[in-house]
């Protein structure tokens, strides 16, 4: 079946650093792929997306690219702040339109001063 | 424009009780999907309601049930809890079932289950 699978956490880094948190993904299909944060006591906020292969998707200094050949993701920044701490999650939409998200376990992310 | 929220935001149940978890969506979205959120773990969808009918289920139970209503607010409804059920219950809403769009969910702060 679909899966998402993520780099084990946690991830620490000081301020500043590069980042890079690895997802894979097994799908049939053509899925989106997405990228969400969790910051402590919040819920789940949509980060980036793509849709397609070759896509790259962007924000708040985040990036990833859509790998189709690689079946990847991996979320990059190139530069992080502590205020980056936070738990991230791979994820993909099954084909379809029922809104349902299948997601990898969650990569914690510590970024010190 | 408001965003999803839930109550309550914790509670505590014993095994074989039954709990209503409750959400109300995010102005203008008329979907509502489920997720249930293990400790350490990723959520799992559960089911998702569009137009006050199931329009998708993952693999859960049947004491798992739901409803939602006209106004597109939702309920999750648990019978019979057990241990295993203990985990934060996430619900997110989004504006149509169909469509790129529906997979843009906006998610709740969660209501955390704990059973005795």
């Known amino acids: 079946g679909d899966s998402v699978t993520q780099m084990e956490g946690p991830v620490t880094l000081s301020e500043e650093a590069f980042l890079t948190i690895n997802c894979t993904y097994t799908a049939t299909g053509y899925p989106s792929l997405f990228w969400y944060v969790q910051y402590p006591g919040e819920g789940l906020q949509l980060l980036l997306k793509a849709t397609k292969a070759d896509d790259k998707g962007s924000n708040k200094g985040f990036e990833a690219t859509y790998r189709k050949e690689t079946t990847s993701f991996h979320l990059e920044k190139g530069s992080v702040q502590v205020s980056d701490s936070a738990v991230y999650f791979c994820?993909?939409?099954?084909?379809?339109?029922?809104?349902?998200?299948?997601f990898g376990q969650g990569t914690t992310l510590q970024v010190k001063p | 424009e408001t965003g999803v929220t839930q109550s309550p935001t914790h509670l505590i149940k014993t095994r074989g009780q039954q709990v209503t978890l409750r959400c109300s969506s995010q102005s203008g979205h008329n979907t509502v999907s489920w997720y249930q959120q293990a400790l350490g773990q990723g959520p799992q969808f559960i089911f998702q309601y569009y137009r006050e009918e199931e329009n998708g289920r993952g693999n859960f139970p049947p004491r798992f049930s739901g409803l939602q209503f006209p106004n597109y607010s939702s309920e999750l409804n648990v019978n019979a809890l057990e241990l295993d059920d203990s985990a934060l219950y996430l619900c997110?809403?989004?504006?149509?079932?169909?469509?790129?769009?529906?997979?843009?969910?906006?998610f709740g702060a969660g209501s955390r289950l704990t059973v005795l």
């Open positions: 994820a993909l939409s099954v084909s379809g339109n029922t809104g349902k998200l299948i």
């Open positions: 997110a809403s989004s504006l149509a079932a169909g469509g790129l769009g529906a997979n843009v969910l906006t």
